[in-house]
C-alpha cells in the first residue's frame, strides 16, 4: 500500500476481516513476494530506497521488527523485488539507481548475499511504468527486463556456472519501449506490453 502497509488476503474470510501489518515501509511499497518454496517470507521493495525480509510467524499489527529478517539499503528506490519461481533461493531487484541485482542464499529465509549487479538504464521518465526485471517461472537461472536501448528491444538474462550472459530480443515491429516483460508459465514464450497498448509475443 502506499501508506507502508501490507494487507494478507484470505479469499476465504469476509473483506471485513483483513487485518494490515503496518510498519512494514515508511513509504511507498513497490513490490512484494512471497518466497514460493517457503510462504512463511517475503520479500517488499519499497521507495525508502530499501529491500525488507520479513517472517510472517512473527508479524503483529504494529509490524514488529522481529518480524524483519533482513534488510537490503540502496541508494534510491526500489521498482521490484522478486524470488525465483523454484526455490526461492535468490532475489531480483530493479531499483532506481540504474542497476538489476541477483542474491542469493543457500536456502530460503537465511541471508541473501550480492551475486550479480550491473548498470541498466531504468530511467523511463514520468509517463511509463517502470522496469521490473521477472524470473523465468520454468527455471531459476533466466529473467527479463524491459530496456531503454535503441533499437528498441528486450533485454534477456541468463546466469549459468555464476556467469551472466545477455541477449537482446529486437524486431522492428517494436518500435517503443516494453516497459513490462512476461514469461509464459509453460511454454518458451516472453511477452512485452508498452504504454501503447500493443503487445509483442517471442518465441
Request: hydrophobic share 35%; with cysteine.
Amino acid at each position: 500500500m502506499g501508506n507502508g502497509w501490507v494487507m494478507p488476503v484470505d479469499y476465504r474470510q469476509s473483506c471485513t476481516k483483513f487485518q494490515g501489518w503496518k510498519g512494514i515501509s515508511t513509504r511507498a511499497i513497490k513490490c512484494i513476494s512471497v518466497n514460493p518454496a517457503n510462504d512463511n517470507y517475503f520479500a517488499v521493495s519499497s521507495s525508502d530506497a530499501s529491500v525488507t525480509i520479513w517472517d510472517v510467524r512473527n508479524l503483529r499489527t504494529t509490524g514488529s521488527h522481529r518480524a524483519q529478517v533482513q534488510r537490503i539499503p540502496l541508494s534510491r528506490t526500489v521498482t521490484s523485488a522478486y524470488y525465483n519461481h523454484i526455490s526461492g533461493t535468490k532475489l531480483l531487484t530493479t531499483s532506481m539507481d540504474d542497476h538489476i541485482r541477483v542474491y542469493s542464499s543457500d536456502t530460503p529465509g537465511d541471508q541473501l548475499e550480492l551475486d550479480h549487479h550491473w548498470y541498466h538504464n531504468n530511467h523511463v521518465g514520468r509517463w511509463l511504468t517502470n522496469f521490473r526485471a521477472t524470473w523465468d517461472p520454468k527455471c531459476d537461472f533466466r529473467f527479463a527486463c524491459g530496456s531503454m536501448s535503441y533499437p528498441r528491444q528486450i533485454d534477456l538474462y541468463t546466469i549459468y556456472n555464476n556467469r551472466l550472459s545477455r541477449c537482446d530480443l529486437v524486431d522492428t515491429l517494436q518500435s517503443s519501449i516494453c516497459s513490462l516483460a512476461k514469461f509464459h508459465p509453460r511454454r518458451d514464450v516472453l511477452v512485452g506490453a508498452n504504454s501503447s497498448g500493443k503487445v509483442f509475443v517471442w518465441k
